[in-house]
């Protein structure tokens, strides 16, 4: 994945638990260096590792850290320079969630390396269904804090319901619905 993703990690670990948590985790990953380039791709097995070192050495469980990352992320892209890109896509959830394949090929085609997920999203009365299609697995949880941040972004407060690949599908599902 693009650098940028290991530094939204490294970021959310610093901001919720300090530096030496960071330092710690860091090393309990077996990685050397403290940089991520922006723009330089790294093998997803360093994010993975990452995680999994976070959640030993936190004690927190791996979904739990995904999904704090998911609402991270939204943050801390908006921060590091794609806030007009996100404004650009919707300022309501539901047609940012119709555009995000149309904003993932954007980014695509000037970052080749890019293996964004695909997202489609049914209305249906009242509540909505996402399907997420990715080549990456585990990352579930994630979709449940990107959602969560969208909403905070938004200002539109909503309930998700993860209905995990099995019983009838074949990829991760989620029920969203307005919540008060
Ligand atoms: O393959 C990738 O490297 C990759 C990286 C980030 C693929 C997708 C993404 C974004 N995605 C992260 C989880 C992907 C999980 C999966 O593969 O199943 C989150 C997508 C998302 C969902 C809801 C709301 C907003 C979302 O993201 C907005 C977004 C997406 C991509 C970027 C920024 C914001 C982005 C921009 C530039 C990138 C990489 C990602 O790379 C750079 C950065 C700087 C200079 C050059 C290239």
Redesign the pocket.
Known sequence: ??G??NRAVKGLVVREFGEEAWQRIRSRAGLEVDHFG??Q?YDDAITYGLVTAASEELGAPVDDLLEAFGRY??LY?AEEG?GS??SLAGDSLAPFLEQ?DA??AR?ATS?V?????SFVLQRRGDHMLLHYH???AG?GA?VVG?LHG?AARFDEPITVEWRRAGDGADHDRYVIRAAS
């Open positions: 994945m693009y940028l993703v922006r723009m791709t992320w939204v892209v794609y890109m996100l995000l904003m993932h980014v970052h390396e890019m293996r964004p997920p990715s080549t990456r990352l994630m990107l969208l």
